[in-house]
């Protein structure tokens, strides 16, 4: 019996192990595992298709981070000076980083406050126009740099200044053709490599073959490949009522979810620590098998020359 409780508990544990391993988005039934089968469709008797894909996961080389900022005031004056306060102060800190670049403040909205009580409005006696009670102003701060660590001190940096809203991060390559060059000439080498293949198997030459060429590319940014799942742990900041038991409010959770190079031929730095930029390229040759009917020649037809005799006869003359 000793024995059926240890196995038991080894069974268990292995289960729990191996879920673990697979992470908590697989275990919300999320995840639906693809067929295992290789589906390879019917030849098509008049054309020969040769394709080859790549994947090239590509490091950014700058970054631009991007901060909103609200400020509200009783006059616009105090507003702008508010404003400007919290947006030098930010600056200044983030010069102070190595690898900044540059900063803009991009100027978003500037809009009146009003009271909400219709005993307290005020009117303008000139224009009739209401009065209002404050002002607010909004901006957003775009922040270069080229150190991806570096979010982390801007952020806190921002955050000692009251700016909490990180809106985006965009990522940059500054050589971009250079990363398509790289995947056109892997194609190309590839493709001749499936050609040669192709026609071992076919046992015939395709060098003369008519053909045409075809290829293209697709860019993800790392703000594109964000998924999202529910997490399973909660705090209790989550909960400012008794209202809500511990295990029906859980936090939406964002994870990258870069594109996969399973389905690819080859794949430049297919590791992936942190959100890259990722360049897909694919190159396909078609072969045209229609078999062309030779048109033979027109047989010349033999010329024959005739005499016509003074006296009205036909003579045919020898060629």
Excluded at 53 to 71: E, R, S, T
Excluded at 103 to 124: A, C, G, N, Q, W
Excluded at 194 to 219: C, H, N, P, W, Y
Aim: hydrophobic fraction near 40%.
């Amino acid at each position: 019996m000793k024995f059926l409780i240890l196995t038991s508990a080894i069974i268990f544990l292995a289960c729990d192990l191996n879920a673990q391993a697979a992470g908590n988005k697989r275990s919300l039934g999320t995840i639906h595992l693809p067929d295992q089968q290789i589906e390879v469709g019917h030849p098509d008797p008049n054309r020969l298709i040769v394709s080859v894909a790549g994947l090239y996961n590509a490091q950014p080389d700058a970054f631009v981070a991007i901060f909103n900022l609200k400020q509200a005031g009783e006059t616009a004056e105090e507003v702008d000076v508010l404003m400007n306060e919290r947006l030098q102060a930010v600056i200044s800190g983030v010069k102070s980083l190595e690898s900044f670049e540059s900063s803009h403040v991009d100027m978003i909205s500037f809009t009146p406050l009003y009271d909400r009580s219709i005993e307290k409005k005020l009117f303008s006696k000139r224009t009739y126009n209401e009065i209002p009670v404050g002002f607010e102003v909004q901006k957003n701060l775009h922040i270069h740099y080229r150190n991806a660590e570096d979010l982390d001190r801007i952020v806190s940096i921002c955050a000692r200044n009251e700016v909490y809203d990180l809106v985006r991060v965009d990522y940059y390559l500054k050589d971009m053709e250079a990363v398509k060059r790289e995947l056109i000439e892997k194609g190309a080498l590839m493709v001749d490599t499936r050609i040669k293949d192709k026609e071992a198997m076919l046992g015939k030459s395709l060098a003369d073959i008519d053909r045409r060429t075809l290829d293209g590319f697709q860019v993800f940014y790392p703000i594109e490949r964000y998924g999202s799942h529910t997490s399973q742990q909660a705090t209790k900041l989550y909960y400012q009522s008794n209202s809500f038991a511990p295990d029906t409010k859980n936090p939406t959770n964002l994870y990258y979810d870069p594109v996969v190079g399973k389905e690819f031929d080859f794949t430049f730095n297919p590791i992936i620590v942190e959100p890259v930029v990722q360049v897909l390229y694919e190159i396909k040759v078609v072969f045209d098998l229609t078999e062309k009917v030779e048109q033979k020649p027109a047989e010349k037809a033999e010329k024959e020359f005739f005499w016509l005799t003074p006296n009205g006869t036909v003579t045919k003359l020898n060629s």
